[in-house]
């Protein structure tokens, strides 16, 4: 990188930079801009024409566009591309006051676009205790006593992370292991898959639930042989205890969100869709664009049960900026394999008398069913969280219903997760033109211990990658963060490789389920741009689309798959700003 690339990094995002977005007006389209750039480029850089504002030379550049998927450089506008070529026709883009980014033969893509995250948990963790890896109950017990050793008495310990499959043997926690070093703290700490969460004595105490607590709809209250509450709460029972913990305040919530963010930049992230998103959230990332601090595109998908807050006031899918919009909704049909609380239509192997379960949000599925028909014709998008077969078939139904009922239209409907199918349903995804929004990640983590719970046959269905794509069916590929690392190498690992994290399928866990590389990217770049109504806007490098840009360490397309976690990013650009650059100090 040159000198004056190094220089530009120190200074933030402004509001001035990101001009084109201004006023709330809608931007200009990437039919307009690919006009307007056509008829400038014939000029090029020179002195009778317009000079670029940046350009990136000395790339390797893989486009993801199908039509022409290599370049060697790319100048830009404001916040666009404004040409894609060889090095002698980008040159004629430089002015004296061009910002130069050499990337020094290194590969250049899109900037990843994550389809699911939840990017202020994500950044509250940061500041929580870290369980994800404590491969023992007594290594889980001592990190907390560690952890509460620094905490102020009386305040919560939260966050976690928690995997008890890393265990021997992978028994569930319970409150006493925890109860004896947190006894001047209450403790609500959460599964890595979110589903279910351990509360020790003093936090089921302030939540009043007792041996005479009854199991909330959509939930469970764990209980040992004398009936008194374990402290695994799963599924609704979870908001027991999570809806007396303090809310965050805005200063720490606008922390979580600004390392949030910071992580997304030197992960190569510059788009998201942000799963759940409360109204504090959203009035702090609007706070946030509007200041011109946010450094990653992002759509909010509000809980569909809260759907009449954006109806009510005409907002409808896609509304927004370049940089913040609106018009999705995230709702739950069921649980995880990991909790065991997915939803099949067969038992679970080592719970024989469960087939998973609906969530409250779903108990009973018509009241979903009667909010979700209104959401829809509002002009909503809807992405339906649904794992386990069972859940999946029923949301598939829900949406061919969504159709029907309400017309034909462009509605680009999602499954979140969408893990474990019976085989007539990917025909029915295609058909119905839904979306596969998937966390590739997932697959290597949960394949460490999926088929003790359902079986080696069903287990070929499950994270089933190459079925979607030989269907025909749309992938849009995210992570899950803070579920599963933000970092897109190691989703793509998991993607080329599926290679479990315990090391026993180094050939992949149903190998017959890879993607290719350039598959992978495609569906955590454009697949992920059309998930959310944006595929003309960004996802490729082509003239006129939004100029998000990686630069990586090493060309991934020449080195082996099991090489890709050790790729890092030299430098992330979002909307022609360098938002992160690995020689910054």
Request: glycine fraction near 8%; charged fraction near 20%; hydrophobic fraction near 40%.
């Amino acid at each position: 990188m040159t000198r004056s690339t190094v220089a530009s990094t120190r200074a933030p995002r402004t509001a001035a930079a990101a001009a084109p977005r201004g006023g709330g007006r809608s931007a200009p389209t990437f039919a307009l801009w690919t006009v307007l750039f056509a008829s400038v480029s014939a000029c090029g850089g020179s002195a009778d024409g317009p000079a670029a504002d940046l350009i990136v030379i000395n790339a390797n550049v893989w486009t993801v566009d199908r039509d022409h998927p290599r370049a060697e450089a790319i100048a830009v506008i404001g916040d666009r591309i404004a040409a894609v070529g060889d090095a002698a026709q980008i040159d004629a883009w430089r002015g004296s006051e061009t910002i130069v980014v050499d990337a020094e033969g290194r590969l250049v893509l899109p900037g990843f676009n994550d389809a699911h995250v939840h990017l202020v948990q994500a950044g509250q963790q940061l500041d929580n205790v870290h369980l994800k890896d404590a491969d023992s109950p007594e290594e889980f017990t001592q990190r907390i006593a560690d952890f509460a050793a620094g905490v102020p008495a009386g305040e919560w310990i939260l966050g976690g992370d928690w995997d008890e499959q890393l265990w021997t043997p992978p028994d569930l926690p319970t409150r006493q292991l925890i109860d004896r070093v947190t006894p001047n703290h209450p403790v609500y700490i959460i599964r890595y898959d979110g589903h279910q969460a351990l509360a020790n004595t003093r936090a089921l105490e302030l939540a009043g639930i007792t041996v005479s607590t009854t199991d909330p709809p959509g939930g469970e209250i764990l209980r040992d042989g004398a009936g008194a509450p374990t402290g695994i709460l799963k599924m609704a029972a979870r908001d027991l205890v999570a809806g007396i913990v303090p809310p965050l305040s805005p200063e720490q919530r606008r922390r979580a969100a600004t390392r949030a963010l910071e992580q997304m930049a030197a992960a190569g992230v510059t788009s998201a869709t942000d799963m759940g998103t409360s109204a504090d959230d959203t009035a702090l990332f609007m706070e946030l664009e509007s200041s011109g601090l946010l450094t990653t595109r992002l759509y909010l998908a509000p809980m569909e049960t809260d759907w009449q807050d954006q109806a009510n006031v005409g907002i409808r899918r896609g509304f927004g900026s370049t940089f913040l919009r609106l018009g999705a909704l995230k709702g739950y049909v069921d649980g995880s394999l990991g909790s065991s609380t997915a939803l099949f239509f067969e038992p679970y192997l080592h719970e024989p008398e469960s087939t998973g379960m609906l969530t409250e949000e779903f108990t009973p599925f018509a009241d979903a069913r009667t909010r979700l028909l209104s959401a829809d014709d509002a002009g909503l998008q809807i992405a339906l969280h649904a794992i386990g077969d069972r859940g999946i078939s029923m949301t598939l139904d829900l949406f061919e219903e969504l159709a029907v009922l309400n017309g034909p239209r462009d509605r680009r409907l999602r499954i979140e997760h969408a893990q474990h199918l019976v085989e007539a349903d990917f025909a029915r995804f295609a058909e119905l033109d839904i979306i596969a929004s998937v966390q590739p990640y997932h697959a290597v983590d949960d394949g460490r211990w999926a088929e003790d719970r359902i079986g080696p046959d069903r287990a070929k269905t499950t994270y089933a990658f190459r079925t979607f794509l030989d269907h025909g069916v749309r992938l849009a590929v995210g992570t899950d963060w803070n579920g599963a690392p933000i970092e897109p190498m190691l989703t793509l690992h998991a993607a080329v490789t599926r290679a479990t994290l315990d090391g026993r399928h180094p050939n992949g866990w149903v190998p017959e389920q890879k993607l290719t590389l350039d598959e992978a990217i495609e569906a955590y770049t454009l697949g992920s741009a059309y998930a959310e109504f944006q595929e003309q806007d960004k996802g490729t490098i082509e003239r006129g689309k939004l100029a998000d840009l990686v630069v990586l360490s090493d060309d991934i397309f020449s080195i082996p798959p099991e090489d890709l976690p050790m790729v890092s990013v030299v430098t992330t650009i979002v909307g022609g700003q360098i938002v992160y650059s690995a020689d910054t100090p």
